[in-house]
T-cell receptor, first 109, second 112 residues
Framework: RKEVEQDPGPFNVPEGATVAFNCTYSNSASQSFFWYRQDCRKEPKLLMS???SGNEDGRFTAQLNRASQYISLLIRDSKLSDSATYLCVVNTNAGKSTFGDGTTLTVKP | DTEVTQTPKHLVMGMTNKKSLKCEQHMGHRAMYWYKQKAKKPPELMFV???????INESVPSRFSPECPNSSLLNLHLHALQPEDSALYLC???????????FGPGTRLTVL
């Protein structure tokens, strides 16, 4: 079993749709959690850190469920510019960063 | 200065060459990382320098060797690479080892 597993996707949604991605992790000692987006042939860019209390940034909401060991990302009112690959990242307390395989989102007009 | 810079942007090298990739940040971050990313795959952690201590992914072959001259610079020395080492090499930094990582634009390496 992979340490970090993401929804395989791809997700193809119309503009204005709400889309949710999930990511599960196997190491219960994991300490910090993030969502990144990566555009084609570019570097990953931090989208959000994920906190136990959940956090929101505009149209984006991230949640962490430690008991079930998953994190989620919700995108409301999708824009064409949201098209990208979304990567979840899980860090252990030993400083090891593990990326999920990524979920590709395409938002269509 | 809130960015991580990497040089060169592109590198083509033969299997007998020795080359180095460079990474620099001036955000006062104390952890720096090297990742390798193949097409349509996620970044894979190679090395971490945190507070002058090196952590290695044991699956990384010895033809890759990191060097951290100071807390702002991170080099990756390449020697006797194989064609399968062709990939995007990403550098990242974070304030501390558990923190949010900020990535440089990467070096696209081709080994002939």
């Amino acid at each position: 079993r992979k340490e970090v597993e993401q929804d395989p996707g791809p997700f193809n949604v119309p503009e204005g749709a709400t889309v949710a991605f999930n990511c599960t992790y196997s190491n219960s000692a994991s300490q910090s959690f993030f969502w990144y987006r990566q555009d084609c042939r570019k570097e990953p860019k931090l989208l959000m850190s994920v906190y136990s209390s959940g956090n929101e940034d505009g149209r984006f909401t991230a949640q962490l469920n430690r008991a079930s060991q998953y994190i989620s990302l919700l995108i409301r009112d999708s824009k064409l510019s949201d098209s990208a690959t979304y990567l979840c990242v899980v860090n252990t307390n030993a400083g090891k960063s593990t990326f999920g395989d990524g979920t590709t989102l395409t938002v269509k007009p | 200065d809130t960015e991580v810079t990497q040089t060169p942007k592109h590198l083509v090298m033969g299997m007998t060459n020795k080359k180095s990739l460079k990474c620099e940040q001036h955000m006062g971050h104390r952890a720096m990382y090297w990742y390798k990313q193949k097409a349509k795959k996620p970044p894979e952690l190679m090395f971490v320098y945190s507070y002058e201590k090196l952590s290695i992914n044991e699956s990384v072959p010895s033809r890759f060797s990191p060097e951290c001259p100071n807390s702002s610079l991170l080099n990756l020395h390449l020697h006797a690479l194989q064609p399968e080492d062709s990939a995007l090499y990403l550098c990242a930094s974070s304030l501390y080892e558990q923190g949010e990582q900020f990535f440089g634009p990467g070096t696209r390496l081709t080994v002939l």
